[in-house]
């Protein structure tokens, strides 16, 4: 099994930067780290959860969603079994709890359907 817990979320003026971690544990951690593509998901109060952006098993491709391209950059650590998304100019509209998934196989795309692993979510908030 595999047990993923972000946390760096919180409360910050528009315009400014979070980073998230997603930091993956368990059994099975290792091998999905290694092997699979990861995602970042978000989820806003009465909205369904859309997808944030991906990044395949080794990192040489990324994906992002037109709404966070440019501003927002994935990446993983495989020492430390975590992944990161890094949060630049951000936006109200941005404003959402944050998860993240791992994959079932080496890429990872936009549909909740390509994961099978989640976290617990953690909330950011951008005030205007």
């Known amino acids: 099994q595999v047990q993923l817990v972000e946390s760096g979320g919180g409360l910050v003026q528009a315009g400014g930067s979070l980073r998230l971690s997603c930091a993956a544990s368990?059994?099975?951690?290792?091998?999905?780290?290694?092997?699979?593509?990861m995602g970042w998901f978000r989820q806003a109060p009465g909205k369904e959860r859309e997808f944030v952006g991906s990044?395949?098993?080794?990192?040489?491709?990324?994906t992002y969603a037109d709404s966070v391209k440019g501003r927002f950059t994935i990446s993983r650590e495989y020492a430390k079994s975590t992944i990161y998304l890094q949060m630049n100019s951000l936006k109200s509209e941005d404003t959402a709890v944050y998860y993240c998934a791992g994959g079932r196989r080496a890429y990872a795309g936009g549909d909740v359907k390509d994961y099978n692993y989640w976290g617990q979510g953690t909330q950011v908030t951008v005030s205007s």
């Open positions: 368990g059994a099975a951690s290792g091998r999905i780290l290694s092997n699979n593509g």
């Open positions: 990044i395949n098993w080794n990192g040489s491709s990324k």
